[in-house]
């Protein structure tokens, strides 16, 4: 794989060094990355970039910046190759530092363009060796797997017997020739926002009562977390359901699972799972439970706001769930149901909204 990444982004250099030879003005053509360039694949039911491009280009002191600081971007990436060394976003960052006029000002702006290079080359960043700054997060649960050691051969874990209480931690590079998922004997995973009450369910022995893999995705999920989502329900046919605070942003993590987010909508096919259900917490849970509840904050409201226009949560079932929240006016966290006591999440409510959607029969 790594001649081929070579291969590409050499080719994409050519391409710039011989515009500027044959007297053209070079260009850097790709997909616009907006919510209004996102579109149904209905192959794939997933959410992808559209059909509208952007152009950076030397005609403009802005796209001659943005070209040059690309250029400078892969030849570091080529180093890394040729060196067989892999560095964090945030090393790459600093090492700007040493480009000159080529230098980031923002890690957000390197980062941008790492993103923007994967739509550019239909790669992905681990084909750069470039990586985030933290793994994934973990995982609890009946299920086997391989990993890579340093050595290069790989080792047997398993995620209920071989780990400890904070489980198995997902690892930056969770491909195949990293990470390989051999056996398991759940019926489905369930992924959870919080580390509460990621605590809760595995002290509570929620995964061994139900035959199912527990994942923390520690709020927003990494890439590597969803990555392992997917190939947990496309290689084991595992259903994945969804189990987050109730407000906005919790509703924006379940959408990133399931319809991909429009930052990586470029990878929606190997990082989104279409199936994934969300359970809760809802609008209607709030009320339907009793549940308590903070006040909506203006940033919150805007946000609901912006959901509704958003092209992934058109379906009747969100657009009732975000107005109902948006009427009553409260928002409330997976904690909220301690109010019954410790052990009502695991033996009331999640065995009530697993059992609606055929996840506990």
């Not at 149904?40 to 059909?51: A, I, N, P, T």
């Not at 030849?75 to 190759?81: A, P, Q, R, T, V």
């Not at 997060?137 to 797997?145: C, P, Q, R, V, Y």
């Not at 930052?263 to 279409?274: C, D, G, Q, R």
Request: aromatic fraction near 8%.
């Amino acid at each position: 794989m790594g001649s081929e990444v070579k291969k590409t982004l050499e080719s994409m250099v050519e391409g710039i060094y011989n515009a500027l030879g044959g007297g053209e003005v070079p260009e850097i053509r790709m997909s616009s990355r907006n919510r209004d360039n996102i579109v149904l694949d209905k192959l794939s039911s997933v959410w992808k970039y559209g059909d509208a491009k952007v152009s950076r280009s030397l005609r403009t002191t802005d796209g001659a910046n943005y070209v040059l600081k690309n250029m400078y971007m892969i030849d570091f990436i080529l180093e890394m190759l040729r060196d067989g060394k892999s560095s964090t976003l945030r090393e790459m960052y600093y090492i700007s530092e040493g480009w000159g006029r080529a230098k980031f000002g923002t890690q957000d702006e390197s980062d941008l363009m790492a993103e923007d290079l994967e739509v550019i080359t239909s790669l992905i960043r681990e084909d750069f060796k470039l990586r985030p700054e933290e793994n994934g997060a973990s995982i609890i649960g009946d299920i086997t797997i391989e990993e890579r050691s340093r050595k290069g051969d790989f080792k047997k874990i398993n995620c209920k017997d071989d780990v400890g209480e904070a489980g198995y931690t997902i690892p930056n590079n969770v491909e195949s020739e990293k990470l390989r998922l051999s056996s398991t004997n759940a019926k489905f995973v369930l992924a959870l926002e919080t580390g509460g009450m990621f605590d809760r369910l595995v002290e509570n022995g929620f995964d061994e009562k139900f035959g199912c893999v527990l994942v923390h995705l520690k709020g927003q999920p990494a890439r590597s977390t969803r990555r392992v989502l997917k190939r947990m329900n496309t290689e084991m046919n595992l259903p994945i359901f969804v189990f987050t605070d109730g407000d906005p942003w919790s509703f924006r993590i379940f959408g990133s699972i399931a319809y991909g987010a429009i930052k990586t909508a470029h990878i929606s096919e190997y990082l989104a799972v279409p199936t994934a259900e969300f359970i809760g917490v809802t609008a209607s849970d709030i009320l339907n439970y009793d549940l308590p509840t903070d006040k909506l904050t203006d940033k919150d409201i805007a946000a609901l706001n912006a959901e509704l226009k958003d092209p992934r949560f058109q379906t009747d079932f969100w657009r009732a769930e975000i107005e109902t929240m948006l009427q009553i006016n409260k928002k409330a966290e997976q904690q909220a149901l301690a109010k019954y006591g410790l052990n009502y999440v695991t033996d009331t409510y999640l065995p009530e909204k697993l059992g609606e959607v055929g996840g506990i029969t």
